[in-house]
């Protein structure tokens, strides 16, 4: 047995005097009983008395047990299950109030079987979560509890936990759970089970709360080769930050304009996107998980590229007449947009031909009246009375497509003149008989001359 009196008188407030008891490990149940007395003639506390257990030399820690008055002698049991090969060592404390009385400790005793007012704790075993996850600590105790007792988890520089739930499974076992809630690096440490009863107070190992980050790629993803509807990716994502290891990737892709997206899962190095719009800009990602629950990490940097254009669908359709005149000719066709086009770039001409002077004439027009709901386009410096094969052809920089082909004459205009030099008369008695040429632009069927 130990023995300790602090006399608190002349003492000013918080000095300290300290009672170490040798290492002990303990490789079977044991309890630590001891008897304590705090009194003063005032009623004032003389001080407060504290009971530290520290595991293998390593920093004393908050104190397991407390207390500051009491009236006579009393007895208190400490139950601590820290097992072999771990050993541990109790330090009483006394801090004095600055009142006078007396502190004492005596008969501090190791027993050789477990304490019969507190209960003894199992091994508890180390937690290991994501971060922003729950972490559960399942303290199992041997004894009893009732409402009562004081359950907490104490952490070592980490902050306490509160008791979540107890599950009492007769008066011989029961198990308290603590949940350390959304857990971060800064939580992650030794916590240990404790127990206030009004006999003392038990004591379980140090377990370690591991907190691991989800896996974040430090770099986007590099482009292999591009299509009109696909882009080969090389994940790219070997350096990360976080932790692993890795045991999923996924890919992440979305418009860059719009709110379209997709999440692939992957099993190589390099990955093929399919079935994307041509002409499009897409922001490439890749998502990392490491085992647990919450272990998918934020997407990592983004790459931003575009597809190519496609070949347009098809020519443009039902190419129609609106007006014809004798000089010029209007037509119109079906609006069309980009599933036609399959690029955002891209043009329309007008491609047109005729007979003028016995030679064939082969003209093309831009037409920029593409974006209209009712597009239309006029030829104009036309011939007269003439056949033009007209057609549509829409081109963008990955190739071309016509429309069908529509003939349409222009109307009949006026003749030119007769030529002059052309009319010659012939005279006779009563009549004059003139002749002269065709006009050198007839215009259309030439149906009457007047003299």
């Not at 081109?395 to 109307?411: A, C, F, H, I, Y």
């Amino acid at each position: 047995g130990s023995f300790m009196l602090v006399n608190t008188s002349g003492r000013f407030a918080g000095q300290k005097a300290h009672l170490l008891m040798p290492h002990l490990k303990e490789n079977d149940t044991h309890c630590i009983d001891f008897h304590y007395y705090v009194s003063s003639k005032s009623g004032a506390s003389p001080g407060t008395l504290n009971v530290y257990v520290k595991v293998n030399d390593g920093p004393v820690g908050n104190p397991v047990w407390n207390t500051s008055i009491t009236a006579s002698w009393n007895r208190a049991e400490l139950a601590i299950s820290t097992f072999w090969p771990n050993f541990y060592q109790v330090v009483f404390e006394v801090v004095t109030s600055g009142h006078p009385g007396y502190v004492a400790i005596d008969e501090v005793k190791v027993l050789g079987h477990p304490c019969t007012k507190t209960p003894h704790f199992l091994r508890l075993q180390s937690v290991e979560v994501n971060a922003g996850q729950f972490a559960t600590f399942q303290c199992t105790a041997n004894g009893g509890t009732d409402s009562s007792d004081r359950l907490w988890l104490q952490g070592i520089y980490v902050r306490d936990a509160p008791l979540k739930d107890i599950k009492v499974f007769n008066a011989r076992r029961f198990v308290a759970l603590f949940s350390v809630v959304n857990a971060t690096k800064r939580d992650a440490g030794n916590y240990r089970c404790m127990i206030r009863t009004e006999g003392g107070v038990g004591v379980s190992n140090y377990a370690e709360l591991i907190v691991k980050e989800p896996p974040v790629p430090i770099a986007p993803p590099q482009l292999s080769s591009v299509g009109a509807t696909y882009l080969w990716i090389q994940l790219n994502a070997n350096s990360i930050n976080g932790d692993g290891p890795i045991i999923q990737r996924e890919v992440e892709y979305r418009t860059s304009s719009g709110s379209w997206y997709d999440i692939q899962p992957v099993d190589s190095t390099s990955y093929k996107i399919g079935h994307l719009d041509p002409d499009t800009e897409y922001e490439i990602s890749v998502l990392l998980t490491r085992p647990g629950e919450g272990g998918t990490g934020s997407p990592g940097p983004a790459l931003k590229t575009r597809t190519k254009c496609a070949d347009p669908m098809r020519g443009p359709r039902r190419l129609e007449v609106v007006e014809i005149k004798s000089r010029q000719i209007t037509i119109c066709w079906e609006p069309f947009g980009y599933n036609v086009t399959r690029c955002h770039r891209y043009n329309l001409t007008v491609h047109y031909r005729y007979q003028a002077g016995g030679q064939e004439q082969v003209r093309e027009e831009v037409s920029w009246d593409t974006e209209s709901s009712h597009p239309q386009h006029t030829i104009t410096n036309l011939s007269p009375y003439t056949n033009v094969s007209i057609k549509l052809v829409l081109m963008n920089p990955e190739g071309r497509k016509e429309s069908q082909e529509l003939v349409v004459q222009t109307d009949e205009d006026v003749p030119s003149a007769v030529p002059l030099e052309s009319i010659q008369g012939s005279t006779f008695e009563e009549k004059i008989f003139l002749q002269w040429r065709e006009p050198a632009q007839t215009y259309g069927v030439i149906t009457l001359y007047e003299v």
